[in-house]
């Protein structure tokens, strides 16, 4: 899907109508990454990674590493 319709949908349903649910987005939209409470990155179906955005960042967290 385009960035709009990716974007609305965030916001609309994700941030939205499921905000008091538990919700599991998968994407490689790393741009959502920066609004989600919690972040789980897998790399080769392996747990590589896993905290909130500013602990992923202090981490060292690379998005160009993880996407190769």
Do not use: W
């Amino acid at each position: 899907m385009d960035p709009e319709v990716a974007n609305l949908i965030f916001e609309e349903a994700i941030l939205g109508a499921l905000k008091d649910k538990c919700v599991v987005l998968v994407t490689h939209q790393l741009q959502f990454m920066q609004r989600c409470p919690q972040v789980l990155i897998l790399k080769n179906g392996v747990q590589y990674l896993l905290g909130t955005n500013e602990e992923l960042l202090t981490q060292g967290f690379n998005s160009l590493e993880i996407l190769q």
